[in-house]
């Protein structure tokens, strides 16, 4: 089945304890992306990557990595998590050409 | 910047009533959009996509509406059911780079 697979679904931490959050796809994809998602602000991209090796930022990247070192993964990073980061989080992935993006099922952090 | 917004935070209708969902973009620039349905706890999920040269496209009980002139998108569903509760999203692409840019969501509910 095609999918995006993110872990964990749930996360409690506190803050500076770094953190990683996996996102995974099976459908051959170049681009992933990250996101997270606030009320009343909907979808804000934090990084995305076009392939192996590249990535750039999105509209709201202060405080959060990733790599792209597999084309299947693209992990999100946070070295010192602080509580404005308490969110949920989405990856993405879609062809580089565009069109539909295929979310994963979200992961719900909160930073204490 | 990118601006997609949706007219109405809310909507309510009566099970087998046509519901009506609007969104508004700024980038007349923009190549491709995209209706996603996101339910509670879940990631949004594709409904229908609609390229910029077009100005209707129908699906199974859902049609999309793009009116260039006023930059405005709609989603229609016929016969709107229970399960179609949810929080509807409309999304640009840029093709160019393959940027995202998300509306905030209008959550429909289905009065029984």
């Known amino acids: 089945e095609a999918q995006v697979t993110q872990n964990p679904r749930y996360l409690i931490t506190v803050t500076g304890k770094k953190l990683t959050v996996t996102c995974s796809q099976n459908?051959?994809?170049?681009?992933m992306s990250w996101y997270r998602q606030d009320p009343g602000l909907g979808l804000r991209q934090i990084y995305y990557?076009?392939?192996?090796?590249?990535?750039d930022k999105g509209d709201v990247p202060e405080g959060y990595k990733v790599s792209r070192k597999e084309k299947r993964n693209f992990p999100l990073i946070l070295e010192s998590p602080s509580p404005n980061q308490t969110s949920l989080y989405f990856c993405?992935?879609?062809?580089?050409?565009?069109?539909?993006?295929?979310f994963g099922s979200g992961t719900q952090l909160s930073v204490l | 910047g990118e601006s997609v917004g949706l007219h109405l935070p809310t909507l309510s209708v009566q099970e087998g009533d046509n519901s009506i969902i609007n969104c508004a973009y700024s980038?007349?620039?923009?190549?491709?959009f995209i209706w996603y349905k996101q339910e509670s706890g879940k990631g949004p999920q594709f409904i229908i996509d609609?390229?910029?040269?077009?100005d209707k496209r129908q699906g199974q009980r859902v049609t999309v509406l793009l009116n260039k002139t006023v930059k405005h998108l709609s989603l229609q569903i016929a016969a709107t059911q229970p399960g179609d509760s949810a929080v509807y999203f409309c999304?640009?692409?840029?093709?160019?780079?393959?940027?995202?840019?998300f509306g905030t969501g209008t959550s429909l509910t289905v009065i029984p």
């Open positions: 993405a992935s879609t062809l580089l050409e565009g069109g539909k993006l295929f």
């Open positions: 459908m051959n994809h170049e681009y």
């Open positions: 990557s076009m392939n192996v090796e590249v990535t």
């Open positions: 980038n007349s620039a923009s190549d491709y």
């Open positions: 609609i390229r910029s040269n077009m």
């Open positions: 999304a640009e692409n840029h093709l160019t780079g393959n940027q995202f840019y």
